[in-house]
């Protein structure tokens, strides 16, 4: 389980690759757009949640790495036009899931 985490340009590839990142104003949409676009968003976390099984995690105590991480990940939110996220950033840039990440905070409050 040697796998490196994804690099600038596949993390930019991965958030161009998904189907919902130009969703426009919810409120203008139809309810059943909504319900699709939705549907697809929680598809699209889902997917992402599940490809941290088959990444090593990023070495949260070393700041530099974190930060670099943290970078890549924005560069690649800004080049692919995608809002980003702590589902973006934790399992992306960092190879956690989320709730990982906030246990990870909360055990290390210097971090």
């Not at 676009?37 to 599940?50: F, P, R, V, W, Y």
């Not at 924005?74 to 080049?79: F, G, Q, S």
């Amino acid at each position: 389980m040697d796998k490196e985490l994804m690099t600038v340009s596949q993390m930019e590839d991965a958030l161009e690759a998904r189907p919902n990142k130009k969703l426009g104003n919810y409120k203008a949409e139809s309810t059943e757009f909504k319900a699709e676009a939705l549907a697809t968003d929680i598809s699209s976390k889902m997917s992402g949640l599940k490809n941290i099984i088959n990444r090593p995690r990023a070495n949260l105590h070393d700041l530099t790495q974190v930060q670099t991480r943290a970078f890549e990940y924005l560069e690649a939110c800004m080049k692919a036009a995608a809002f980003p996220s702590v589902m973006g950033l934790a399992t992306m840039a960092y190879g956690y899931s989320p709730q990982g990440l906030n246990k990870y905070l909360r055990e290390n409050p210097e971090a």
